[in-house]
């Protein structure tokens, strides 16, 4: 007979949602949730809850998403790994699951996917360094207001709006996801410069 869960299984998970899947499933094992069945019960009460999609709708919704995409034989890797990022947000997957998305889009068009490159070269050239996108408006912001300020955040999330737009392409907000590389930005600024500038 498959395990049922009980009101405080499903309590729990929902109450627990926004924690890692491995830190949901050790919470269930005191909870009697016999082991080959934890992984089952938190799918699908996140799933019946609207706390995650099922496949069903993870693909519709990646289809939504990707609709205004067309790769060719130009698409640059800093593109794809946009949109890699942009889907992980969205659909709350991983990034590997994103990549897949996204490649099924250049095998239709029988084009290869760009990669990553570790040195440059290639037919695309050597990728020009430096950062780019969200990381360059980040370290940027981090270089002209090296100390934190009252309303800090908000300064950050005007300055990327300034420089493209703070929020994802179906709106959702980035920009407190990448206050905390201004955060590292800072410190490495610092601890460089301690190192590195008091001669």
């Known amino acids: 007979m498959a395990y049922q869960a009980t009101e405080e299984v499903i309590q729990y998970i929902i109450e627990n949602a926004k924690l890692t899947d491995e830190d949901i499933l050790g919470g269930l094992i005191p909870l009697k949730v016999p082991f080959?069945?934890?992984?089952?019960?938190?799918?699908?009460v996140l799933e019946?809850?609207?706390?995650?999609?099922?496949?069903?709708?993870?693909?519709?919704?990646?289809?939504?998403?990707?609709?205004?995409?067309?790769?060719?034989?130009?698409?640059?890797?800093?593109?794809?790994?946009e949109i890699i990022e942009n889907l992980v947000e969205e659909?709350?997957?991983t990034a590997g699951v994103?990549?897949?998305?996204?490649?099924?889009l250049f095998t239709a068009v029988e084009i290869a996917m760009p990669k990553n490159s570790s040195g440059g070269g290639?037919?695309?050239?050597?990728?020009?360094?430096?950062?780019?996108?969200?990381?360059?408006i980040a370290s940027e912001f981090a270089i002209e207001n090296p100390d934190a300020?009252?309303?800090?955040?908000?300064?950050?999330?005007?300055?990327?709006?300034?420089k493209g737009g703070s929020t994802t392409r179906a709106g959702k907000?980035?920009?407190t996801r990448?206050?905390?590389?201004?955060?590292?930005?800072?410190?490495?600024?610092?601890?460089?410069?301690e190192k590195h500038c008091n001669d």
């Not at 080959?36 to 699908?44: D, I």
């Not at 290639?122 to 360059?136: E, S």
């Not at 990448?178 to 410069?193: E, L, N, P, T």
């Open 149 to 162: 300020v009252e309303n800090d955040q908000e300064a950050f999330k005007t300055y990327m709006d300034s």
């Open 178 to 193: 990448w206050y905390s590389a201004v955060v590292d930005f800072r410190i490495f600024g610092k601890q460089y410069m």
């Open 91 to 93: 659909l709350g997957c």
């Open 48 to 81: 019946e809850n609207g706390l995650r999609m099922s496949k069903e709708q993870r693909d519709t919704k990646a289809k939504e998403l990707l609709a205004d995409f067309e790769p060719t034989e130009e698409t640059e890797i800093d593109e794809v790994n």
């Open 173 to 175: 907000d980035k920009s």
């Open 122 to 136: 290639g037919k695309r050239g050597p990728r020009t360094p430096g950062m780019k996108g969200d990381a360059l």
């Open 36 to 44: 080959n069945s934890a992984k089952g019960v938190l799918k699908k």
């Open 98 to 104: 994103a990549r897949a998305y996204v490649r099924t």
